[in-house]
């Protein structure tokens, strides 16, 4: 490990200014470099330090983190994260390039061609554009799909749903509905169990609250013991 710290810092400081060597939590290797270094970093990895193998691209969103707007990348939202293997030596390095929002940053499919589908993802989850990818269009989301997933900022809801047209016979788009009354759950009332089995057996349900640790649990005590689907569940012992 400190010897490849030393070549890399040795190497960093002669061709790529700014970068930013780091020890993760993991014990590994992180490198910050910026996007127009990022090509000349990676290939250099690749072709002189044996990372062979490209692991993973992700990508993380800081709107609203207070620790990162105290950061000298303050003004950049979006990190982009390469995960980068030594098969040889089994070593991972981590090589991360900070982006603005609109910003692009050069995709490296000649180098890696797995990032094809990596770059795209990234694309499609959190809207980050890769200059000079050959095909950069969404890959997990439907077409027509509006926003980016897993940006801070997108709702839990999303903006549209689907549902399938008889008439038209093909899937319609609508704006986000949502009538169903656990949409406002305040996750303090306790979950009840319906009393429909007793309803449909004449039995008048009987609650009393039973306790499993420091959790309350509201317990039917005379509602039948099998519930419709369980037909081959075995009775619970007296």
């Not at 996007?35 to 193998?53: C, G, Q, W, Y």
């Not at 499609?124 to 554009?129: E, N, P, S, T």
């Not at 509905?177 to 303090?188: I, K, S, T, V």
Request: aromatic share 10%; charged share 30%; hydrophobic share 40%.
């Amino acid at each position: 490990m400190n010897n490849f710290i030393k070549k890399i810092e040795g190497h960093a400081e002669k061709n790529w200014a700014g970068c930013v060597i780091s020890i993760t939590a993991g014990n590994e290797v992180c490198l910050t470099v910026g996007k127009e270094t990022l090509r000349d970093v990676i290939t250099h990895l690749k072709e002189k330090m044996d990372f062979t193998m490209l692991m993973d691209i992700t990508a993380v969103d800081t709107l609203n983190d207070l620790e990162h707007q105290t950061t000298s990348h303050k003004d950049k939202r979006f990190a982009v994260v390469y995960q980068l293997l030594n098969m040889v030596g089994n070593q991972r390095v981590r090589v991360k390039v900070w982006l603005a929002e609109e910003e692009m940053v050069a995709s490296i499919v000649d180098l890696f061609p797995a990032a094809n589908w990596y770059e795209r993802e990234v694309f499609d989850m959190y809207g980050v554009f890769f200059d000079d990818h050959p095909d950069l269009r969404r890959i997990l989301t439907d077409y027509g799909f509006a926003g980016h997933p897993q940006r801070k900022d997108f709702p839990l809801t999303g903006f549209v749903e689907v549902y399938y047209d008889a008439d038209k016979e093909r899937v319609q788009y609508k704006e986000v509905d949502l009538p169903q009354d656990l949409r406002l759950f305040d996750f303090e009332t306790p979950w009840v169990g319906t009393n429909r089995m007793g309803a449909r057996h004449g039995v008048k349900a009987d609650k009393r609250i039973a306790w499993q640790g420091n959790i309350p649990q509201m317990v039917h005590t005379n509602l039948p013991d099998i519930l419709p689907g369980d037909e081959k569940a075995k009775l619970p012992k007296k």
